[in-house]
């Protein structure tokens, strides 16, 4: 039975490993002729003692039985028997072969497949890769753009929203104190805005024709426009229109800055949507008309207008609205190259640009075929152009500098910043007065420039009571390009010369000197300080005139009773009464000598402290801008007129009475000197016939060798201030302040008071008036209480 399972397992493994019927057929015929092995001959024979023994028979099916073969283990099958049983096969004949084929063939297959595959992996690399580096850098592009863009917007996104603040405004424009207009700031050129409705359509029309078709529908950028303006200007061989809109032109000029880049073009297109949203069509157009350059230093179609045709604007209609269409044309193609379509400098050039942009109106269909015509017909005219250019009169060209001076002082700008600013100052200026004044001065210079070598004078005007500047003449030639620019009486330090004395004596007299009591005039000898040599005073005449008051030593202008009383009183309070009544900067060292005007001081800072005597001791700073007003019209600012006492009223008054006594100067200048405001002429006042007198506080002065005249003083009404002498500070031959200032003082303040009542001055009161006797003097005069 083991034998037979062992044929039997052989024969499954033979069939599972491929062996034929053949094979296992004869491997069961060897094995079943196999002969047992020849025992060893040299071990002895065994003996078989069961060899006659017969195992027990039990029924094949009773338990014995079956507990026998409990024990029984089936015989590992011999490998290649064949064992008798019946075989049944499960695969048809030759399906091995089939199988095998079958896999070498999906083999072949499947190596043929992976050779392609790998071959295509390849192939697709690159494709696989362009299309990496495409989306790679469309990432980096957006998210570059989309980093720009915010800065961008971040940097000029208020640039956008505060446009209409930030364009350039109207040149600076000055008015006098009637509201004529004497001055525009044309440095940084000449600007006049006007309403869109107050600009010619055709230069409305001309302008979009040529820079910006799409305007009215386009989001701010026009990418159309973009590539017409390139075909164009690729067709007729030059440029022809613009690639940039109205809008980009517009932020351009005024936000981002006109440097040539691409990054400034692509935030031109960034920031334009923001500004068609923000404001409306007509809004760009107004500000874009307003503002663009034109050439010639005129910005705006107003400026424009006048520049290059002559036309002029009126309360009724601008310059820019009476534009016809070849002048529309001629001024739409000048923006694009403001320097090479100038029509003055390049004839040429610019009516080529105009003959485009009369062609783009006729193919827009904004004009007619007749109207093209004609106006191609007329910019080729000779009277086509005519250049119109502003003129300012020159003879208030001194005050008008002055003033702006004082602008960049008080509202804390630089004088670059007001030109373009829109601002309009209304000013203090009485313009018949300064034209008068200088042609008094001129007058005087005139007559005296040969025999005293007198070559120059200055005038000032205040109004004392609220520091108004009326008149201020810097030069008797102010339009001389060499001589006329220097204005003498702010910029020009000069010796006031005994003009400087009333200082000293207002210094005594607030210590409660009267100008009655006595003063010797005698030889003086003063010992100066700080290795000074010592110094004598004398007086103009050459005297002395012995004991005499304080009031008539000052009246007749004697030198050595001021010497005496500046040491009484001491020279730095003297210096400070003199600046806290306005006399401003000076040049030169405060001693002794000051009483006699050795310091350098400005004519205008010299009347103005003046003033303050006429105004009863309230010092008012002089001012020559009365009001400041932006284009909106709001008043940004108002000359405050505060003033602040800086000496008593009896003071004040005890100064007027003296510098205004007649009498008590007679002796060194006449009774009917230039001092003096009669009526009629000189040479009828000495004849008894002065006419009606108005009084008037004069005092005169005159430095060393001649070189400065001086006559200040005041009315009831004005304080006016005169300078005369040479602007290279040359001596003048013998000629003192009475005969060379002292006549222009005169007709200045007949001039300035003609019609005005005649007036006294006022006792404001608090003083006394004593008579004291003195050895060989009797004196009536006031006295503080």
Same mark, same amino acid.
């Given at each position: 039975m083991r034998k037979d399972q062992q044929i039997a397992n052989e024969d499954a493994q033979n069939r599972e490993n491929g062996h034929d019927q053949e094979v296992t057929q004869a491997l069961r015929d060897t094995t079943e002729k196999r002969e047992p092995q020849a025992a060893d001959p040299q071990l002895p024979a065994a003996v078989d003692?069961?060899?006659?023994?017969?195992?027990?028979?039990?029924?094949?099916?009773?338990?014995?039985?079956?507990?026998?073969?409990?024990?029984?283990?089936?015989?590992?099958?011999?490998?290649?028997?064949?064992?008798?049983?019946?075989?049944?096969?499960?695969?048809?004949?030759?399906?091995?072969?089939?199988?095998?084929?079958?896999?070498?063939?999906?083999?072949?297959?499947?190596?043929?497949?992976?050779?392609?595959?790998?071959?295509?992996?390849?192939?697709?690399?690159?494709?696989?890769?362009?299309?990496?580096?495409?989306?790679?850098?469309?990432?980096?592009?957006?998210?570059?753009?989309?980093?720009?863009?915010?800065?961008?917007?971040?940097?000029?996104?208020?640039?956008?929203?505060?446009?209409?603040?930030?364009?350039?405004?109207?040149?600076?424009?000055?008015?006098?104190?009637?509201?004529?207009?004497?001055?525009?700031?044309?440095?940084?050129?000449?600007?006049?805005?006007?309403?869109?409705?107050?600009?010619?359509?055709?230069?409305?029309?001309?302008?979009?024709?040529?820079?910006?078709?799409?305007?009215?529908?386009?989001?701010?950028?026009?990418?159309?426009?973009?590539?017409?303006?390139?075909?164009?200007?690729?067709?007729?061989?030059?440029?022809?229109?613009?690639?940039?809109?109205?809008?980009?032109?517009l932020i351009k000029n005024n936000i981002v800055g006109n440097q040539t880049s691409v990054m400034r073009k692509l935030e031109e297109i960034l920031l334009a949507p923001s500004a068609s949203r923000q404001y409306t069509k007509e809004q760009i157009l107004e500000m874009y008309l307003n503002t663009t350059y034109y050439g010639e230093q005129a910005y705006g179609a107003e400026a424009a207008a006048f520049t290059y045709f002559g036309l002029k604007g009126t309360p009724e209609k601008t310059a820019a609205s009476q534009l016809d269409i070849a002048q529309a044309a001629t001024l739409a193609g000048i923006p694009s190259s403001p320097v090479a379509r100038d029509p003055f400098l390049f004839p040429q050039p610019a009516q080529a640009r105009t003959r485009d942009v009369l062609k783009e109106l006729y193919l827009q269909n904004y004009i007619n075929h007749d109207q093209y015509m004609q106006a191609l017909s007329e910019i080729k005219q000779p009277n086509f152009l005519k250049h119109g250019r502003l003129r300012f009169d020159p003879r208030w060209s001194h005050f008008v500098q002055y003033t702006i001076n004082e602008l960049t002082q008080n509202l804390h700008v630089k004088r670059a910043d007001l030109s373009r600013s829109g601002l309009m100052i209304s000013t203090t200026l009485d313009t018949d007065l300064q034209a008068k004044s200088l042609k008094i001065a001129q007058d005087q210079i005139a007559k005296m420039a040969h025999t005293h070598n007198m070559t120059n004078a200055a005038v000032v005007a205040i109004d004392y009571r609220t520091g108004a500047i009326r008149t201020l003449v810097g030069n008797v030639d102010p339009s001389n390009p060499k001589t006329g620019a220097f204005d003498v009486a702010t910029q020009g330090f000069r010796q006031p010369g005994s003009a400087f004395k009333p200082f000293i004596y207002a210094t005594a007299f607030s210590k409660g000197i009267s100008p009655g009591q006595p003063v010797l005039d005698g030889p003086l000898t003063v010992q100066m300080c700080c290795g000074l040599p010592s110094y004598s005073p004398h007086n103009y005449d050459n005297g002395y005139h012995g004991l005499i008051t304080y009031r008539y030593a000052l009246q007749n202008s004697f030198n050595i009773p001021a010497v005496k009383l500046l040491m009484d009183v001491g020279v730095d309070d003297s210096l400070k009464m003199a600046e806290n009544l306005g006399m401003g900067p000076y040049n030169g060292?405060?001693?002794?000598?000051?009483?006699?005007?050795?310091?350098?001081?400005?004519? %205008?800072?010299? /009347?103005?402290?003046?003033?303050?005597? =006429?105004?009863?001791?309230?010092? *008012?700073? &002089?001012? $020559?801008?009365?009001?400041?007003?932006?284009?909106?019209?709001?008043?940004?600012?108002?000359?405050?007129?505060?003033?602040?006492?800086?000496?008593?009223?009896?003071?004040?008054?005890?100064?007027?009475?003296?510098?205004?006594?007649?009498?008590?100067?007679?002796?060194?200048?006449?009774?009917?000197?230039?001092?003096? %405001?009669?009526? /009629?002429?000189?040479?009828?006042?000495? =004849?008894?016939?002065?006419?009606? *007198?108005? &009084?008037? $506080?004069?005092k005169t002065g005159t430095s060393n060798d001649f070189r400065d005249n001086w006559t200040v003083g005041y009315t009831t009404d004005l304080a006016v201030g005169v300078w005369t002498g040479?602007?290279?500070?040359?001596?003048?031959?013998?000629?003192i302040g009475v005969d060379g200032a002292g006549p222009?003082?005169?007709?200045?303040?007949?001039?300035?008071?003609?019609g005005r009542p005649i007036q006294g001055f006022s006792n404001p009161g608090g003083l006394v008036r004593k008579t004291v006797r003195y050895p060989g003097i009797t004196s009536t005069d006031w006295y503080l209480k």
């Open positions: 003692d069961t060899a006659d023994l017969k195992p027990a028979r039990l029924p094949a099916h009773s338990r014995a039985a079956a507990a026998q073969r409990l024990g029984d283990l089936p015989e590992q099958p011999v490998r290649g028997v064949y064992y008798p049983v019946p075989h049944r096969l499960h695969q048809p004949a030759g399906w091995r072969t089939k199988r095998h084929l079958k896999r070498k063939n999906l083999r072949l297959s499947n190596l043929r497949y992976a050779s392609t595959e790998r071959g295509s992996h390849w192939a697709m690399l690159p494709m696989a890769s362009g299309i990496l580096l495409t989306l790679l850098l469309l990432s980096s592009a957006l998210i570059t753009f989309t980093a720009f863009n915010g800065a961008t917007q971040q940097r000029y996104g208020e640039g956008v929203t505060t446009l209409q603040d930030i364009i350039p405004k109207d040149n600076l424009k000055m008015y006098d104190s009637q509201g004529k207009e004497i001055y525009q700031m044309l440095d940084s050129g000449l600007q006049i805005s006007v309403p869109l409705a107050k600009i010619s359509p055709n230069l409305v029309h001309a302008e979009i024709a040529i820079e910006d078709q799409n305007f009215w529908s386009n989001p701010g950028y026009d990418i159309t426009g973009i590539v017409r303006a390139a075909l164009d200007d690729l067709t007729r061989g030059h440029v022809v229109s613009g690639a940039s809109t109205i809008t980009q032109q060292t405060p001693n002794y000598t000051m009483v006699l005007g050795s310091l350098g001081v400005h004519l %205008l800072d010299m /009347t103005s402290a003046y003033s303050t005597f =006429a105004n009863g001791g309230i010092r *008012i700073p &002089p001012h $020559a801008v009365d009001s400041v007003t932006d284009i909106y019209g709001h008043v940004i600012y108002h000359a405050p007129v505060v003033g602040k006492r800086v000496l008593s009223k009896q003071v004040a008054y005890m100064m007027t009475d003296v510098l205004s006594d007649n009498s008590s100067r007679s002796f060194e200048f006449g009774k009917c000197s230039m001092l003096y %405001l009669f009526s /009629t002429t000189q040479a009828q006042c000495y =004849a008894g016939n002065p006419g009606p *007198i108005r &009084p008037a $506080a004069l040479n602007n290279d500070n040359t001596p003048m031959v013998n000629v222009i003082a005169h007709d200045v303040f007949i001039y300035a008071e003609r």
